[in-house]
């Protein structure tokens, strides 16, 4: 089920963690390369994605944070 664009979910892929559409490919995956230094080619080459497959990863991150709370609230 694609659950936001080029972003597909499936409990029988990767224990149904957020995989780039027609791929076995996690997003967590494509970001902790790219988090660790990994240049968008190196990833690209690495796991045999398009620019718009890595970008879609990226799009999608931003998503996420964008609408979840913080985590941890300062104390008053």
Request: one cysteine or more.
């Amino acid at each position: 089920m694609e659950i936001f664009p080029g972003i597909s979910v499936n409990p029988d892929i990767r224990f149904g963690k957020p995989c780039l559409a027609g791929t076995r490919i996690d997003v967590a995956t494509v970001l902790n390369a790219l988090a660790s230094g990994d240049s968008i080619e190196e990833v690209k080459e690495t796991y045999q994605l398009t620019d718009e497959q890595v970008l879609s990863a990226l799009r999608y991150a931003a998503h996420v944070a964008a609408h979840l709370p913080p985590a941890v609230r300062q104390a008053p």
